[in-house]
């Protein structure tokens, strides 16, 4: 027989994939934790049924929420991850050998055990030396740990549950707070087809907050609609200033010095999104 998970991605919009196997399940305090072996993207990672990552398209989300961000910084030596517990996030920022430290909040331990367990090609980075993992909320960290980083990466889960504090301007005042003085952030900000007032509500709000606000856009096949955003906030680097001559060659499958520009080059649908 058959077996197919289905996520239903709006109330009108659903996926699904063919399933070889279920490797594991849970309930942790947060959410449903889910490993599928699906046919067509290798092992999957859902969270209360709705899909985060995948062997087969992890690496476009995973490279464009880091090297974006970390290119346009002059020189970033410390950097925070929040949410992110696949791991996926914290193995690209460590191939940058000029991060010194990088801190890794994730609220679920299950998550980490399970990408631990599952996910070894995107865990790999946990064993880092310059990696040192949180289990604790990333809203509270943010709060207390003020001037401390060069680079913020929120690596969140849709705006529900314990998410949903991450799409907040209370959220985002704190970040910049927690930055450096020419410090920035990017967070991934969702669907342009399925989550347009989203989009934007958080650049508006952002760019009350920072000086420079942007967004960049990339192709994740499992993700509504398979076209997905991303939002930078920065206090002084402009990704768009950026020589990417001069970005150094790093393994990557999706990001390029020619994808730092060309991701910024939103369709007219989109711009209409932004803040005049
Ligand atoms: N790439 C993914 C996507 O867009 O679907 C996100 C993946 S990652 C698994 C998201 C993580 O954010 C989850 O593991 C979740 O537990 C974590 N998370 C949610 N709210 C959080 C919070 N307030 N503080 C820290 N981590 C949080």
Redesign the pocket.
Known sequence: MEVWFTEDQTKNLRISCRVREVLFSGE?P??KVAVLDTLEFGRM?T?DN????NIKD?FV??EM?THVGLNTHADPKKVLV?????G??VREIVKHKGVEKVVH????QM??DV?KKFFPELSVGFNDPRVEILV??????VKENKHTYDMIIV????PV???V??FSEEFYRSVYEALREDGLFVA?T?SPFFNSDLITRVTSTISGIFPVTRLFQAV?PT?PGGY?TFTMGSKKYDPLAVDTEKISALDTKWYSPEIHRTAFVLQPFVKELLPK
Do not use: M, R
């Open positions: 942790s947060f959410q990672l969270l709705v899909i985060q990552t992890e989300y995973h929420i929040i949410g992110g517990g696949d996926g996030t909040v994730e609220i679920d998550v980490i990408a604790d909320d990333g809203i509270k960290h690596d969140s889960t849709d549950g314990p998410a504090g991450l991934q969702e994740v993700y997905w």
